[in-house]
């Protein structure tokens, strides 16, 4: 007699999580249609959805490619390299961002418009600060911090990928670069996706941080909104509304993506 298990219950397999966010997100979108209030509240943050995702975006794209470049460092096996390579992360990630967002729009932004108008001196031209516009400056300062912790995640892949499948790369005459190309990195990508997609989600969360700086995101907006009406319980439900829908629609995207990863590697 063979024992065949059985198979679990469609209750036992059912998200109860997700079922529970999903109601939450069709009563506050309700709430939002159906109040007039919540229906004001929301078109005049709407405004402010774009400029988060512009500025995640954005910030996100340069500090993937910086944070490549210094995993590389790191694991060049060049002293030079690895010891700068480290100092940069060590140093980055031991600064909160939003102080670090301070100091890259009062001190970094300066000293940059600075040391610009000394190189176009020549040229008879002048840049001032308020030509440094502070959404690039909120830009460069998330850029900078989360580069450190994507090239952390790099590195951790790049350092998975099994060495005797580089070594049996190089043996068969593969240079360093093409070893990277077509060996080393298609593997660390299965391990490096879903950490820098979690990454993307908490940059959007940290992006909230650029209204210190009165970047018009959507957390300014609900300031200044709810400042004018004192209507902070409600301008705050509307911005915690937006916040949770990308947030979590991001983050299920990421379990769907871990779950494929998983699959195909076995």
Not at 51 to 61: C, N
Not at 110 to 119: S, T
Not at 164 to 179: H, N, V, Y
Request: glycine share 6%; proline share 4%; hydrophobic share 55%.
């Amino acid at each position: 007699m063979t024992y065949t298990p059985r198979k679990p219950s469609i209750l036992s397999r059912t998200p109860w999580w997700l079922m529970a966010i999903a109601l939450l997100f069709v009563l506050g979108l309700w709430g939002i249609i159906g109040d007039t209030g919540y229906a004001q509240i929301f078109r005049a943050l709407s405004g402010g959805i774009a400029t988060t995702l512009w500025v995640t975006a954005v910030a996100f794209f340069a500090a993937t490619l910086i944070g490549l470049l210094i995993a590389l460092a790191r694991t060049s096996g060049n002293r030079i390299l690895v010891e700068l390579a480290t100092f940069y992360v060590e140093i980055i990630r031991g600064i909160p961002v939003l102080v670090f967002l301070f100091y890259v729009a009062f001190v970094g932004a300066p000293a940059m418009v600075g040391g610009l108008n000394w190189l176009l001196q020549p040229f008879d031209t002048v840049v001032t600060i308020r030509q440094f516009d502070f959404v690039w400056r909120a830009i460069v300062a998330l850029t900078i911090c989360y580069s450190a912790f994507i090239a952390e995640i790099f590195r951790a892949g790049i350092e998975a990928v099994d060495r005797g499948q580089i070594e049996a790369a190089r043996a068969l005459g593969f240079s360093p670069w093409k070893c990277f190309r077509l060996v080393t990195f298609p593997q660390a990508l299965r391990t490096i996706l879903p950490p820098l997609a979690n990454d993307f989600v908490s940059m959007i969360k940290d992006s909230a941080l650029v209204s210190a700086l009165g970047v018009q995101d959507i957390t300014q907006l609900g300031k200044v909104y709810s400042s004018g009406t004192f209507l902070f319980f409600e301008t705050y439900n509307v911005v915690a509304f937006l916040y949770l829908t990308m947030t979590i629609s991001l983050s299920l995207l990421v379990r769907v993506l871990e779950r494929h990863l998983r699959q195909k590697r076995y």
